[in-house]
């Protein structure tokens, strides 16, 4: 069956440091691989998509990267602030374009000052 | 102005009462969805509508029904509510479908819905 594989556990960083959170996934072919970012009591907001021919993508101090062979993306914060602590959530279409997005369960992301 | 609204943001109702959850988009998108977000946080696809035509319909219960008036509202009925029920429901949309286009999702602030 499908997965996607997030590591659900909080992931506490220092300020200033780099956060690098982790999407895995099984029995997928995506075209694209999503990121969004989900704060208590809101909706998800996008933030980056990666395509399947590249291999990295960058947004001011997000980086995403995306291994179409080991199945995995990875998601960067540079400089991190408290102000980024949130839970971060991956998400997957297949090519066939008709399931729409399916999400991972998400990291909640704690950067301490 | 808001992008995607839902209404209402708060929903506490008894078991066995039959609700609406209102959701409009502004952006002139041509597919709208609902998600359901359970107690562990997980964001679950329901349905999805493209142009008033349903295009995905996920293993939900049929006391679940999408309702589309036009391009730009999606509403849920949901009859006869159980206690499994009580969960955060998110509408969306996007430009295109699934794969095609961008793909991305813009959410509306969710519906917290509690089944007594």
């Known amino acids: 069956s499908q997965k996607i594989e997030q590591n659900s556990e909080a992931l506490n960083i220092q300020e200033g440091k780099t956060a690098t959170l982790t999407c895995n996934y099984t029995n997928y072919s995506p075209a694209y691989l999503q990121w969004y970012r989900q704060d208590p009591g809101r909706g998800p907001v996008f933030l980056l998509l990666?395509?399947?021919?590249?291999k990295e993508k960058r947004k001011e101090r997000l980086k995403v990267t995306f291994d179409t062979t080991l199945k995995q993306s990875l998601f960067h914060i540079t400089a991190s602030q408290p102000a980024d602590s949130a839970t971060y959530l991956c998400a997957l279409v297949s090519g066939g374009g008709a399931d729409g997005l399916t999400f991972g369960k998400g990291t909640h992301l704690i950067i301490q000052p | 102005d808001t992008a995607v609204s839902q209404t209402p943001k708060y929903l506490v109702t008894q078991m066995g009462n039959d609700k609406s959850i209102k959701c409009e988009q502004n952006l002139g998108h041509d597919t709208m969805y609902w998600y359901k977000q359970d107690s562990k946080k997980f964001l679950k696809i329901m349905f999805s509508y493209n142009n008033k035509e349903l295009i995905i319909n996920e293993t939900v219960p049929n006391r679940f029904s999408p309702k589309s008036p036009d391009k730009a509202h999606l509403n849920l009925h949901i009859n006869s509510l159980e206690l499994g029920d009580s969960a955060v429901y998110f509408c969306a949309s996007s430009q295109d479908r699934g794969g095609m286009g961008t793909g991305e999702l813009f959410f509306g602030e969710g519906s917290r819905l509690t089944v007594l």
């Open positions: 990666i395509r399947e021919n590249e």
